[in-house]
């Protein structure tokens, strides 16, 4: 019995500069049963012409154009797709020649997921193609995206931050059709898609390789478009929160009174959502109560046992994982009964 055919994705806008080298990482891939979909999304300089020469002599590559909305652009290519496993690619990113043949392979042999990814190496574009490893925030977000492998670590910490990178992305045909694609909320779409995907019960998982080569630049969207911004996830973190049926039950308590435990408090009862206190560590916030909620010290923690779901908010340093022990310690479980937050 023949594979499956898999179908390799590629919306993209004004990447002249990058989207060649990007097409020749997909051609150079070692599974031969291969469907490439390039989709020319309203660009204003030489993306379609650099696709339409990649794809001269290669049967395996489709062209389109859309002018509609990148969400659209995004849903028109998986949708003309012919494959069983659709999988994502950026128009600046490469992918290693192995990529899709062993995401293929991981699907065949883990029928539970409905989707997997790999894991990435970033590395920063500068203005004159140059490239560098990352720093700050790409640097620690590297290392919690490739710490995240089996489905389970995948769920419990999906509001951290997106869990799966999307340009590694490889989804079941059938699960993209049962969610409806892409959907166009205030925030990233992507990442809108996977807490949809884990809302509705399924699994994802990652082959464990570097097989995603993952270029920042300092025009990518998620620096320049206002959907990508921190605001937006954190507005998309408390809808979803909102959504868990324990959360809307018990309420939450927010373990961090500082900026970020502060912004989700009002997020979440903006959605509706009890707020019954913050615990903290530090004297001078202990005993002040904010928005109405009292905070408390971190020793009370054994206090909401059963009572409300935690959402450690520490992102620096050690700070989480100190957050998670103690909480482990009092019977709180993560991805159940406790949520870390950034």
Known sequence: MAAPLVSVVMPARDAAATVTTAIESLQRQDLLDLEIVLVDHRSHDDTFARMREKAAGDPRIRLLQCSGSFVEA??????????????????????????????????????????????????????????????????RYEKWVNSLVEPEAIA???????????????VRREVLEALGGYQDPAWAEDYDFWLRLLEAGHRLGKVPQVLLDWHDSGNRSTR???????????????????????????????????????????????????????????????????????????????????????????????????????????????????????
């Open 74 to 139: 995004a849903n028109l290519a998986w949708r003309t797709a012919s494959g069983t496993f659709i999988a994502r690619m950026d128009s600046d990113d490469l992918a290693a020649p192995e990529r899709l043949r062993l995401q293929r392979d991981f699907l065949l042999t883990r029928p539970d997921l409905a989707a997997c990814g790999t894991l990435v190496r970033i590395r920063k574009r500068g203005a004159d193609g140059s490239l560098s490893p990352p720093d700050g925030g790409y640097l």
């Open 224 to 342: 320049t478009v206002e959907r990508y911004s921190q605001t937006r996830f954190q507005e998309a973190k408390a809808r979803y929160l909102a959504r868990l049926p324990t959360v809307k039950q018990l309420g939450v308590v927010l373990c961090g009174a500082g900026p970020t435990g502060k912004e989700m408090a009002v997020l979440l009862r903006r959605e509706g959502i009890r707020v019954r206190a913050f615990l903290d560590v530090h004297p001078r916030r202990i005993g002040n109560p904010i928005g109405g909620a009292p905070v408390h010290g971190i020793e009370r923690v054994g206090d909401f046992a059963g009572k409300a779901i935690l959402l450690p908010a520490v992102g620096r340093g050690n700070g989480r994982e100190t957050i998670r022990q103690v909480l482990r310690a009092a019977g709180f479980h993560e991805g159940e009964t406790f949520f870390c937050i950034a």
């Open 156 to 170: 419990a910490q999906r509001f951290i931050d997106s869990p799966m990178p999307n340009p590694t992305a490889m």
